[in-house]
């Protein structure tokens, strides 16, 4: 990938403004976003947004998910509970580099409270330009997906 991508965003209360940076930045780089994430104040609750934005990852409407909350920890929870997803809670570059070469993360998630708002920006670039490496990475991932594909529950 690395080109023009599809890109899902969603944020709690905890999150908005940092979503604002986030969509300005998506949109100047070119991407398509589509912002399914809360437009106020007002708490509201995580899985109602990481849920939507993991279904349009897994059922392929985006290419890519970006998730942002307080901690960043819920809604990574609830976007892995996602078939086909593979969230991250990303607190720098490095990491976020790696979530890609390494484990082909399709959702990045970021804590709004605890990263400075350029520190999310630089990772954020680094996540949408780094490619997976395959190799050993994708027997590995391979594994993760034939777990899902055999181990799902009815509801
Ligand atoms: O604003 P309150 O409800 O206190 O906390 C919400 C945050 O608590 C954590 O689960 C999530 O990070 C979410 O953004």
Redesign the pocket.
């Known amino acids: 990938m690395g080109g023009v991508m599809k890109v899902a965003v969603g944020n709690?209360?905890?999150?908005l403004s940092v979503k604002l940076r986030v969509v300005g930045l998506l949109t100047e780089l070119g991407h398509e976003v589509h912002d399914l994430g809360a437009t106020g104040p007002t708490?509201v609750d995580?899985p109602d947004y990481a849920i939507p934005v993991a279904e349009e990852v897994s059922t392929g409407k985006a290419d890519r998910g970006v998730l942002i909350?307080?901690?960043g920890?819920?809604m990574c929870i609830a976007a892995n509970k996602v078939c086909g997803i593979r969230a991250v809670n990303c607190r720098d570059v490095i990491d976020a580099e790696l979530s890609r070469r390494h484990n082909d993360s399709n959702i990045v998630c970021v804590a709004a409270d605890l990263l400075g708002e350029d520190q999310i920006e630089r990772m954020i670039r680094a996540w949408l330009v780094t490619e997976f490496e395959g190799g050993r990475h994708t027997r590995r991932r391979e594994k993760v997906t034939a777990y899902e594909k055999t181990h799902e529950r009815p509801a």
Do not use: S
């Open positions: 709690d209360h905890r999150g708490g995580y909350c307080a901690t920890h819920g």
